[in-house]
């Protein structure tokens, strides 16, 4: 056992550091919350000439053959510099399905253009209610081929994605799930981004009527892709983890700043206990969920299946947890500035919503680590 | 970053585990009954001895010492395996965790040669003097007054709170040695021996029922010139490192322990029925994930620790683990219901998972209380302004 970064690792974090303060520095998330993409393709192109793309796949589908938990360093940076990329959406989730559910020349062939960065592609894998594997999509078999119809919720980078992988039901085995990709100009598809809550994580929400699907378009079907789809959601929930610990960590400085500066009575308000006490707290959530995050990131890498849903569980509720309690706390040290637009304590605190209920709520978390934990 | 075991791990958990059965079996049987009680010390004396001729009494302490140069895993597999066999807490941990950890750092070499060996063969017991009646939180307004006379330092004062001193043959000790100096400064550390006429010692009840700390009065209490760790009125950086050490490295074996007390409240609110209550469920859970955290930071605690860079996971941790095992007690008591209150026996004496409800009033106070640890938090990592003093 060795809880702390290899040379490798700290190398790694120091490059995530130094790109996200090259390429987002504070108040960039600003041309975020107006351009139509949602994400800067500077950044992107930027970050796939890093390599990042496959860093945890294994080598032989075209990845560098790393781990959960360089996947996590690089996406801390990301949640601490307020800066959208598609790179859970087509790293994190995407390639993983692919890999999970395709055979592997399919696979590779697939993963090809995804991790040059050629194209982005996204994961569908919620239904309206964002709950994954909870589908209102169902494949059923017409005529040579198949047919799509229904809808996906909350697609991250679903408007701008090249390929969307689709997870449906299947009507002819209701038990089972399967993986079908498509691109986004397939007739019968419509694809929509209305105004979220949260401007900076950009989420499509799609309508499927009557899309024709080929054979070769189903990736995988039958029994185990329920359970290969649910290991890819677990993987990609420790890594939004990870990005909460970052958001949080974020809030934490932001909220420093502002308490030794900003003066009351005479006093900088940091000196307040009703402040710093607060602060300190923010700190302990901060520091305990950066632990759970790559504790859960080497217990999913190390351990079974189990193991990885006890970890994403585990990071999700915790993770949440600090990100939204932290997020809250610095509006309110902020006072009336926090409150307003101009200021990004709002961008944080509506970053801490959306990522604790990416994929699910943390009540169904806790219901499902019940669940783990068998209590009857 | 990795958490697996190497088989040279797994071989030392399993030659531990075998050797704890063995004993626990055995001769030790009665450490592990529900009624047995901390403060039957011939048996806790036997046991560290015991541990001690095993070769685990301190197992990572340098061998010269008395240690085994243990790696980091092997220490948390100790741990494990040490709450694994149901086990209360290791009885001279003050003596091994505060005080030897203290002197491995600032002792002298002779202090090392003198007081480490014993605490790994098991054959002295430490106390830790403290707290005074005017001097918890506000710990640098310590009264105890100790002087030089000749060859030995002679000491008057009282301390409060401490626990184990009716054990102890040892007791570390916060005095002021510099006349009329004031807070932090012209304290010293000294390191006492309890069984002579001038410490009077004073078991005080607490609020569980059992006598596990006291009151003691130092009158003219002596100890050796030598027996003072650090330069003389240089005691409060000593003090600091015991307190940090007593905060962060010497907590690893209470998540394991948790780690047994939540396993027992699962079995029980299965065996109850209560676990398919929604709303304990829900807790349960919540106290599972709580707990994984705690392990997951502490163990991000020592290895930072074990490679110099101690850091903010560290200065949280009191304050995580404290509430954490205070919230469980709470819980404790609605899984079990109205039958946790009714003591086992005649006496007002309770044990296992109930008696935690009580026990965990004091996490958050010994140590240094959830406020204080606030204030240090946010005061040396977070650099906030110091508190105001009056
Ligand atoms: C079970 C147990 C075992 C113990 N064992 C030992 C031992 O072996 N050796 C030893 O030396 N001591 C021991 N202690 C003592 C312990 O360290 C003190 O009780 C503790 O430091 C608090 O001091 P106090 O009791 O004087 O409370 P006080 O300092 O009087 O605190 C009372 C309240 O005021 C709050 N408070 C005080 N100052 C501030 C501030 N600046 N800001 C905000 N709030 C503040 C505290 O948080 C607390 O809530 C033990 C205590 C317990 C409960």
Known sequence: ?376 | MRLGASPADDAFRAELASWLAAQLDGRFARLRQPDFNRNEFALLRAWERALGEAGYGCIAWPAALGGRDASLTQRVIFAEEWARAGLTPRPNHIGIELLGATLLAHGSDDQKARFLPPLAAGTEFWAQGFSEPNAGSDLSNIQTRARLDGDAWVLDGQKVWTSWAHNADWMFVLARTTPGSRGAKGLSFLLVPMRQPGVIIRPIRQMTGDEEFNEIFLDGARTDAANIVGAPGDGWAVAMATLTFERGVSTLGLQTRYRRELDQLIAAAKANGRARDPLLRHRLARAEIGLSVMRANCLRMLANIDRGTPGREGAVNKLYYGSWHQRFGELVMDVLGRAAEIAPGPDYAYQGLPKIFLQSRADTIYAGTNEIQRNIIAERWLGLPREPRG
């Open chain 1, 1 to 376: 056992m060795d809880f702390a970064f290899t040379d490798e690792q700290q190398m790694l974090q120091d490059a995530a550091r130094g790109f996200f303060a090259r390429h987002a520095p504070p108040g960039a998330a600003r041309a975020r919350l107006t351009d139509a993409a949602g994400y800067d393709p500077a950044t992107w192109r930027a970050l796939v000439e890093m390599g990042w793309l496959g860093l945890d796949l294994p080598e032989a589908a075209g990845g560098l053959g790393l781990g959960l938990v360089e996947m996590a360093i690089i996406l801390e940076q990301a949640g601490e510099s307020l800066c959208p990329l598609p790179f859970l959406a087509s790293a994190g989730l995407a390639a993983r399905a692919v890999l999970a559910t395709a055979e592997a020349d399919r696979a590779r062939q697939l993963l090809a253009p995804i991790l040059s960065g050629e194209i982005i592609a996204t994961l569908a894998g919620c239904g309206r209610e964002g709950v994954a594997l909870q589908l209102d999509a169902t494949l059923r078999r017409d005529g040579g081929g198949f047919r799509l119809d229904g809808a996906a919720g909350f697609v991250p980078f679903g408007h701008v994605a090249d390929m969307l992988f689709i997870a449906a039901r299947d009507a002819d085995d209701p038990s089972a799930l399967c993986l079908l990709h498509l691109a986004p100009d397939a007739p019968g598809l419509t694809i929509d981004r209305p105004v979220q809550m949260d401007l900076l994580r950009p989420e499509a929400q799609l309508r499927f009527d009557a899309v024709a699907v080929p054979p070769a378009a189903v990736l995988g079907a039958g029994p185990g892709v329920a359970a290969a789809l649910r290991r890819v959601i677990d993987r990609a929930t420790i890594l939004t983890t990870a990005e909460q610990v970052g958001g949080a960590q974020r809030c934490l400085d932001l909220s420093l700043d502002h308490a030794r500066q900003r003066i009351a009575f005479g006093r900088p308000i940091g000196s307040f206990q009703a402040i710093k006490h607060r602060l300190a707290d923010m700190a302990m959530q901060v520091e305990t969920a950066r632990s759970a995050a790559y504790y859960a990131a080497c217990l999913a890498q190390e351990g079974d299946d189990r193991a990885l849903a006890y970890a994403a569980t585990m990071a999700k509720v915790h993770g949440s947890d600090a990100f939204s309690q932290c997020a809250g706390d610095t509006i309110q040290i902020h006072g009336g500035i926090g409150f307003t637009w101009e200021h990004d304590a709002h961008l944080l605190f509506k970053q801490a919503h959306s990522a604790s209920r990416l994929f699910g709520s943390s009540d169904a978390a806790c219901q499902r680590m019940a669940d783990l934990m068998e209590l009857a």
